[in-house]
């Protein structure tokens, strides 16, 4: 695994942005797996950037979100289908038939999961892939336990999950107790990851997934089996590192 410590959040985005683009312009119609919350939104932003001012094209782009929560609908102000649209999509030149978002109200969910599924390789699989991390090791909604082999699914949230994401509520209530989300098995077929975290608060599930063993009790450490990896955190989510030569 490549470990990258950037100053800031701004710096931390303006590196991961930089594999992405490097992707989509050795390969126009590149597949992309994409997260939301809080973390990718300054590698969202430079993205635009280097679509306004440095031409790249998504016209060809594909891609899949690693998450949705159940019960919101695509117009809901904390979907995920909502934030790509105001953080990413609707700034390039991407095509919305081209971008695949779960649907979180769909009357079956696990044919929707399987679907997506279907998709992911029928577009011949994802080349690279955006992943954040949660306070608890989680990678897209893969809870601590999550089975190594576990594909898009139905997943219920920890009482942690919840409690991190009620900063987009109003209140703890309102947060969705389940989710549909790309399985430790479907994100560990991409052909590159890019992981990105920022924030001393993350500083202990960085370092357990980094330097401690690999282990579905930290769904991000289990990223070690992984043969292209790349960490871009900032200092503050590097703090606890034992070596951050
Ligand atoms: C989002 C996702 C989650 C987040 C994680 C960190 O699509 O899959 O795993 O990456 O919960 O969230 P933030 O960035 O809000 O701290």
């Known amino acids: 695994m490549k470990i990258i410590i950037k100053k800031d959040y701004d ?8 594999y992405f683009a490097e992707v989509i312009r050795n390969k126009p119609n590149a597949v992309l797996g994409l997260a939301t919350g809080s973390t990718p939104i300054s590698t969202y932003k430079e993205l635009i950037r280097l679509h306004e001012e440095e031409s790249l094209d998504f016209s060809q782009v594909i891609t899949f979100n690693l998450d949705e929560y159940l019960g919101l609908t695509d117009d809901h102000d904390q979907s ?11 700034h ?3 095509k919305k038939g081209n971008t695949n978002v779960l649907s979180g109200v769909t009357d079956n969910p696990e044919t929707e999961c399987r679907e997506f599924e279907e ?3 029928t577009a011949g699989g994802i080349n690279i892939q955006l992943l954040g991390v949660g306070g608890n090791g989680h990678i897209a909604f893969n809870e601590p336990g999550s089975p190594e082999n576990s594909r898009t699914r139905v997943v219920d949230l920890t009482k942690e999950t919840i409690k991190d994401n009620s900063r987009f509520f109003e209140k703890v209530e309102n947060v969705p107790t389940q989710a549909l989300s790309m399985g430790m098995g479907t994100i560990l077929e991409a052909k590159k990851i890019v992981i990105i975290v920022n ?8 370092a357990a997934s980094i330097e401690g063993p690999a282990t579905t009790d930290v769904p991000a450490s289990v990223l070690q089996k992984h043969s292209d990896v790349i960490w871009v955190i900032d200092k503050g989510a590097a703090s606890l590192l034992k070596d951050s030569s």
């Open 11 to 18: 710096a931390m985005g303006k590196e991961a942005a930089k």
């Open 80 to 90: 995920y289908r909502y934030f790509m649209d105001i953080n990413l999509f609707n």
């Open 92 to 94: 390039v030149n991407i």
């Open 119 to 121: 998709k992911i390789k």
């Open 199 to 206: 924030k001393e608060s993350k500083a202990k599930a960085v």
